[in-house]
């Protein structure tokens, strides 16, 4: 859902010298654990040109955000919330709720669950850049907004957390931080239930969970737009979750607390469009890695460049006649382009993209180049369709991901 929109950016600073006061219990000693990542289909909402709108960058109805499955409270109650590296607080809608989306399972109600507990507006998880409001009954409030205009108000509270193990042995996190959101809006298809934040600020799962699994690390591997939905793929924690091979290539993550990188340049084929011609001056950081938006989106001047390329090197005409497609460039196709290959140069190393990651289709025999742009000259987003068929590893202990081209549907 792309990065947070700060509420009080004089409070940011804040947030690097909280400790933590909850550690997670859990039941694994030092011992990873692998959980399912889905995708759903809404029923309500079919797949409109949404889903490449500029404006609506992050605001997709379907099928372009990937699910990670858990319960919450006690007896636990299932949730589907959104895979976010690109942003940090985990949340799900509760009631009573005078202001949800629509969600096709049942609100959680914290009054049925004897593990559920208010976060006071005293405690020291409560200064956070995105709290604030304390209510009369001195619960913590909290305002959360995403890049896509999404906003969710609710109280922080503590809860007993559970995951599905791929082994099948469940996994429990006791205490985690979560808003309880009362009033949310955004572009959510039926399915989703919230957000699961996993950016490297302190409330997000990951910060949480911290190394008690062997590591502070996870990796995931999503599938590619067009996979059967009945298909999931897998998402680890800890110890064994480390990507390892002679294809893999380790990119460091700058400071800050999402998954920041640096971008070289790009290329279409052997076409190279660097961002500057000397590496020196080009900002750190100025990409970030976010599972929760769906395109790339790139400054405008690499992705005119790039845009142009692809326009040369395909061997057809782009439509130019239909009004849902905006100025992107589409094609005519029943499948899936050939090509061309578009590799993305990262301080630390090349990833070679391959149609499947970078043509989507928006509608049935349509093929979309899935990149957008952005007025900000100083940083673009590294979208999950680009992500797709690549384990990807995010090490917070070294500051580094990792990236291994993986048919991640096995
Ligand atoms: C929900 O939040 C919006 C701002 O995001 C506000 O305008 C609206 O009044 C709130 N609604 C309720 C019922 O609290
Ligand atoms: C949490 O706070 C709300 C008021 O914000 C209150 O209604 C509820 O009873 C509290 N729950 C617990 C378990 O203390
Ligand atoms: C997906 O699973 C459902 C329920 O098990 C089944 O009815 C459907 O045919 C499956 N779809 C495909 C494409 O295999
Ligand atoms: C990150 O922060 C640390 C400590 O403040 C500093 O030593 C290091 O140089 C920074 N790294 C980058 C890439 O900015
Ligand atoms: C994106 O590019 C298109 C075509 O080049 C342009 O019309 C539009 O204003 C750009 N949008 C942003 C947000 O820069």
């Known amino acids: 859902m792309a990065y947070p929109i700060l509420f009080n950016p004089f409070l940011l600073f804040i947030s690097f010298f909280i400790l933590l006061i909850h550690l997670p219990v859990h039941q694994a000693v030092n011992d990873g654990f692998s959980v399912n990542l889905i995708r759903k289909n809404s029923i309500t909402n079919t797949l409109s040109q949404r889903l490449m709108d500029t404006t609506q960058a992050n605001s997709y109805a379907n099928l372009g955000e990937h699910l990670l499955e858990l319960s919450i409270g006690t007896?636990?109650?299932?949730?589907?919330?959104?895979?976010?590296?690109?942003?940090?607080?985990?949340?799900?809608?509760?009631?009573?709720?005078?202001?949800?989306?629509k969600q096709l399972n049942p609100l959680f109600d914290s009054t049925k669950s004897s593990t559920y507990t208010n976060i006071s507006c005293q405690s020291d998880n409560c200064h956070q850049e995105y709290t604030g409001e304390?209510?009369?009954?001195?619960?913590?409030?909290?305002?959360?907004?995403?890049?896509?205009?999404?906003?969710?108000?609710?109280?922080?509270?503590?809860?007993?957390?559970?995951?599905k193990s791929s082994t099948g042995k469940p996994?429990?996190?006791?205490?985690?931080?979560?808003?309880?959101?009362?009033?949310?809006?955004?572009?959510?298809?039926?399915?989703?239930?919230?957000?699961?934040?996993?950016?490297?600020?302190?409330s997000s799962l990951i910060s949480q969970i911290g190394s008690s699994f062997g590591g502070k690390k996870f990796s995931q591997c999503l599938l590619p737009f067009h996979t059967d939905t009945n298909i999931s793929s897998k998402m680890s924690f800890g110890k064994g979750s480390e990507v390892s091979g002679d294809d893999v290539v380790s990119i460091p993550l700058t400071n800050g607390t999402l998954y920041f990188v640096t971008l070289l340049g790009m290329s279409v084929e052997d076409t190279r469009f660097d961002i500057s011609n000397n590496h020196e001056t080009i900002p750190k950081g100025n990409m970030f890695i976010d599972s929760g938006t769906p395109p790339t989106i790139l400054q405008q001047k690499l992705y005119d460049e790039v845009f142009n390329e692809v326009r040369k090197r395909v061997p057809m005409n782009p439509i130019t006649d239909d009004p849902d497609l905006g100025t992107q460039l589409c094609y005519k196709t029943p499948t899936n382009l050939n090509g061309p290959i578009i590799t993305m140069h990262f301080e630390g190393g090349d990833i070679h993209l391959t149609p499947i990651q970078t043509f989507i289709p928006p509608k049935d025999g349509v093929f979309c180049l899935a990149f957008t742009n952005t007025s900000n000259e100083n940083r673009g987003v590294y979208g999950n369709f680009a992500q797709s068929n690549f384990l990807i590893g995010y090490d917070l202990e070294r500051s580094m991901m990792s990236f291994k081209p993986t048919d991640c549907t096995k």
């Open 75 to 101: 007896p636990p109650v299932k949730i589907y919330g959104i895979l976010d590296t690109g942003s940090e607080l985990v949340w799900t809608q509760c009631v009573p709720c005078p202001n949800c989306f």
């Open 134 to 163: 304390c209510s009369p009954q001195n619960t913590c409030g909290y305002t959360y907004a995403y890049g896509d205009s999404s906003i969710t108000h609710g109280v922080l509270a503590l809860e007993t957390i559970t995951f």
């Open 171 to 202: 996994v429990q996190l006791n205490n985690i931080i979560f808003g309880c959101g009362h009033n949310n809006t955004g572009v959510f298809n039926d399915h989703e239930m919230g957000i699961i934040g996993l950016g490297r600020g302190p």
